[in-house]
């Protein structure tokens, strides 16, 4: 039906008093304020909203679902009648609909069974009054309830003022129309309507002599309307005329003052239709049968364990769901006996309540069991409930599922509790094709699958055993830069790079000799590489690896994503004391020991050109990694700690921090205290060989000192400083290496006095320990070694 107060037109439609959200699938029009005022200032005809029937069966559910939480039970009865008259299909996935905590409207049912329903005005919420204002110049008001205290039954809302642009637009009430009749958009366009204005105001209940008055609308002090019913045919004074309710369901008229003026108005046909439901009442015990017989589920478990099942049995059965179960078993479950569970589940198939209740209540379940209820969780959307299984149970498996549903910060949550399980082998998620499939996911912006590529190099860092794969690195190697011939690694090295940050060449500079070349450019107008002469917009330092590998990786890459090994060895060779020359070599030799990431028949061999996926997936990149890392860590101090002075020695070389020294500890001492590079294979298996020894013959000697079994495998503090203890005994089997093979011995700089330039020789042009001969007949040596080792002849001919 159709009807016209002014010239404003309402089209509704009402059948039996059901709420008016059901309606849009009947064909009815909804024409809402806002979008009517927006209308009316462009010109356009105002919109219509046509509900399509996927969208009224989700939005019904979900209305079902927030009245029942509200305690509105006699709106949650017409809703759920009009869903009974649907198809099935459709009932049991509006049946299905579950709240942020995974409640059904069933379980919500149970849960709210012992508390009062909610007040009769709370139905006015989210209603909207229109009223016409004034006798000489009238004036249309809207009125929007936002929302609604159900306690003090005070209100925040909106306000809408429109206003007439001729006289005698506005005459009386026009006769009802038909379903039929024309639209009668074009009377919006006849109105200027004002920007929304918030308001706040109070509702109480009157019970006068009217019995048709029952609440009263008061906003400040110059505005109060008092609320009537009207019943079904029933004519009543409105305005200047009369007005007769043609619809089936009691009318909301609204009479009184508005800004000191006489007005009249009507309340929206939704929240007629809500209020005549809620006149009816309801209890819970309908409102959960009418549930079940539109195919709610009474085992469906919510996020906290329980199902409408369970929770009757915890809450003495309010809703009568277990009227059919034996009263003996009834007792026991309350009680939280086990034995009782298993039988109420042969009784009532109920197996995931059963898993649950047990759970939630503390008792003793099994690891298949947890298990299965984990996999129930995944299935049907329980992210905290998953988190508290996860405390008892391994979550490996799960961890892609929890990753794809991590847009949701529950899942995100189990997602990083799976990836903070320990696990004593390789996790069941680290392979090449998760790793792939991760890189994949964050391409295409989701970032949450980050913190699964962090769990991947954690995992890579935590695999690292220092004693088989140790990390030391020559501090006589190491690219220099083509200007100074100082050594990058000492150095911050620069790197030429594109409008878009990327590597230009594959040629470093220090940073001194960076800020020359960027001067001299900022006068010719060009910034150029000194080797290549390739054009670049500016020179920028080289990443870290360990602050961002991804990072990292797209400096060296070009825009496809593709980084060449080529450039990749010279990078770790500025960044790093190694020889790029023999990093080289040793990628498919000495790298080959390096333990697989993944799996043992990976590939060895490095490419030509690699993908971030095949560079993070590499023996390369965890020896590059594990390398930097080290370096880091020794290249702040000038000098490495003497085993002389043994206390500072213990405690540099004690990584863990503990004061306990580990095998693996040991080990990297010995070699970098000898200056051995990790890639020289021969020495660093004799080395270890020594080692071992050593460490079996301390280790005898500790269980010998404490005449007790050996429980750790580690030397303390105490008995390595002792006075002929650990200490003295590794001077007594390296002390000569130790004095022989250092490299870190720093030299004082030499400046020649009788050229005619000033030539200032830094350290770096004496890091070759290669004998001092004359280099005139030494054509096997690169132009940089010949001219370091003519400077040492120099030097010791003054």
Known sequence: RSIQVGELLLTMAACRGIAAEATASQGACIIDYFEASKAARSGSPAPTVVAQPNFEIDFLGQEILRVVSERQRGIAVALLEHLHSLPMVRRQVASKEVDDTGKTALRLCVDTACQEPAPLLQALEYGQITALVGNRRPFWWTLRIEKLCA????????????????RGLMHGISPTRSWAASPATTDWEGIRWDEPKMCQGSLRSLHGKEPSQFACLRIGSDTELVLCRVAPAETTKFGSGLLTNSLSLPMLLAQGKIAGASASGMLDPRTCARLAAELKLHGSRETAALALACGADPHALADDGLSPYTASVLGENPCQLLAHLDPAVWAKLHTGNAEAWVTAQTLNDGRMDMLAALFIQGLPVSNELSLELLQHCFCANLPRLALRVLDQVDGQKHLMAAMELATDPQWLRTAEKILEQNCLTRPVWCSRETL????????????????????????????????????????????????????????????????????????????????????????????????????ALATLPLPRLGDNPLAWFEFFGDPDGVVSSFVLIKAASALLPVDADKLSAAINDSLCEERPLFDQSESLILGPSLGLADFLASRFFMWLKRHEEEHLRCNHLERLPHLSDKPEWFRFWNTS???????????????????VCSLDRDRVKELRHRVDLFWDSALIEKQRRNACPLMEETLTYAQFV?????????????????STGSGHQPLEDVQSANTSRNLRLTPSFFANDRPCTDTSSDSSLRPVQRLRHWFKWYSSRQ
Request: charged share 20%.
């Open 436 to 535: 792939e499939y991760t890189l994949l996911k964050m391409k295409q912006g989701q970032h949450h699958f980050g913190k699964l590529l962090l769990a991947f190099l954690s995992w890579i860092q935590e695999c690292n055993d220092v004693c088989s794969y140790p990390a030391s690195l020559a501090s006589s190697d190491g690219m220099e830069c083509p200007i100074c011939f100082d050594h990058l690694y000492k150095n911050t090295p620069m790197a030429f790079v594109d409008t878009e940050r990327r590597l230009v060449c594959p040629h470093f500079l220090c940073s001194r000799c960076s800020q020359c070349i960027a001067t001299t450019a900022s006068t010719a107008g060009k910034l150029r590489c000194p080797e290549c002469r390739r054009s």
């Open 151 to 166: 306690q003090s039954l005070e209100f925040s809302g909106r306000i809408l003022v429109g206003w007439p642009q001729a």
């Open 722 to 738: 002792a006075r002929g203890g650990i200490g003295d005994r590794l001077e007594e089997c390296f002390g000569k290496d130790f």
């Open 657 to 675: 921090g503990n004061g306990s020294m580990s095998h693996g500890e040991l080990f990297r001492a010995v070699l970098r205290t000898m200056d």
